[in-house]
């Protein structure tokens, strides 16, 4: 072994200046695609935590995924119901506190019930539609960010004024309210409340900054006209990740509609996993072309060495020998290759992270970026493996050489 070791070092040393060039290559790809998954990454996972933060991981309402089996169906195989509405219908969940209770025992996060009711807010003679959320502000932190979002204004100061509301930032600069202002609500009931501004917040999230307000409970149900009204149960988890699993059991415990962060925003996470894809494409491309500066140069030397090949097999080296050698020395240039580029992507992300980005839409001041060992693993590791392909084929072009033909000169 220590002579295939000395052989395949003389060979690389023989040609430093093309190896240090092929080194080069490699620890190049290696870097920029440390740091462009880096930066992928962590855009990614700035934008679902931004996401998540501003939402519930599960939002349980009074609806149901499936319309009740009627009596007829149970009945007969053959008989179907489609479309059938009571008279009169309840808006709400039926007997939400032992719903909540039967939650509380074995979800792995908090819960906390509200009312959601679209409305219409007018102050100064304009007219803006929203989401008008009734909530508990002493159990609203378990499961948002809320408090964290609120730029003025806090969470408390709902009890201090009547009906008082919180808005949105945008949704505040639409209506030209501000801090102390008094707007009207009203429903779709025909019910209409004046109410003081008490709070304004920025989730990051557009949808959400500019449709959205939050009252206290009893405000939402009396702007709703029914008294003890609670028609969606929200739940934040120690997991956002288990969110999915989590609905899927409260769907087949209780029936009722369930929707999980993750199939809210479908189609977002779909264009992540392609965006994924894009990335370890062009990440793996990039490498790729590093390593024809690793084929190129054991090529040379494979054609250079031609008589050292001859007179090393007729002094007994087999063709597994051979390849061995020129293997050893892709994987040499590939491994060097592999630790300076992980040194240059560590450099690289230490200077994107540096870099400050100033914005009208952002809080954020740096580039949001994700320095993981995975990343380093990855590059590292196709470095290699297309290092090791590419000494491959000299290698075999090697072993195949007939000693006799190239000791007469033939080519």
Do not use: C
Request: aromatic share 6%.
């Amino acid at each position: 072994m220590n002579l295939v070791v000395d052989i395949a070092w003389t060979h690389i040393a023989a040609r430093l200046r093309q190896t240090v060039v092929a080194v080069l290559g490699v620890s190049i790809g290696v870097g920029f695609s440390i740091m462009m998954a880096a930066l992928m990454q962590g855009s990614q996972d700035d934008f679902v935590r931004t996401l998540v933060n501003a939402m519930p991981h599960i939002a349980i309402n009074d609806e149901r995924r499936e319309a009740p089996r009627q009596p007829a169906e149970e009945a007969f195989d053959t008989a179907q119901i489609r479309g059938l509405t009571p008279a009169t219908r309840r808006r709400g969940i039926n007997n939400p506190i032992a719903t909540i209770a039967a939650l509380e025992s074995w979800v792995p996060g908090a819960v906390t019930p509200s009312v959601q009711a679209r409305g219409i807010l007018r102050y100064g003679g304009k007219d803006v539609t929203s989401v008008i959320v009734g909530i508990d502000p002493a159990r609203e932190p378990r499961v948002s960010q809320l408090v964290n979002h609120l730029r003025q204004g806090s969470l408390p100061a709902l009890y201090r004024a009547t009906n008082a509301i919180i808005l949105g930032d945008r949704l505040a600069e639409k209506l030209g309210a501000r801090l102390g202002s008094n707007i009207s609500m009203s429903a779709g009931t025909g019910k209409v409340m004046t109410g003081q501004v008490v709070g304004i917040f920025r989730s990051g999230v557009r949808a959400v900054d500019e449709g959205t307000s939050y009252v206290l409970i009893k405000t939402a149900q009396i702007l709703a006209e029914q008294t003890g009204l609670i028609n969606e149960i929200r739940i934040r988890l120690n997991d956002p990740m288990n969110a999915k699993a989590v609905a899927d059991r409260i769907i087949a415990d209780t029936g009722l509609k369930t929707v999980s962060w993750q199939e809210a925003n479908e189609d977002l996470m779909s264009a992540f996993v392609i965006r994924n894809i894009i990335m370890y494409t062009v990440v793996g491309a990039i490498l790729l072309v590093a390593s024809f500066g690793t084929y190129n140069i054991i090529s040379t030397i494979t054609f250079e060495k031609s008589r050292d090949i001859a007179i090393m097999k007729s002094l007994g080296l087999t063709q597994a020998t051979v390849r061995r050698i020129f293997i050893l020395e892709g994987l040499a240039i590939g491994l060097a290759g592999a630790l300076a580029g992980s040194v240059l992507g560590f450099v690289l992300t230490q200077v994107m992270l540096s870099i400050e980005i100033r914005t009208g839409f952002t809080d954020s001041t740096h580039l949001p970026l994700i320095v993981a060992p995975l990343h380093y693993a990855i590059a590292g590791g196709i470095a290699l493996a297309s290092s090791a392909i590419a000494g491959f084929f000299p290698a075999r072009k090697a072993a195949r050489v007939h000693p006799v033909e190239i000791i007469r000169g033939a080519t």
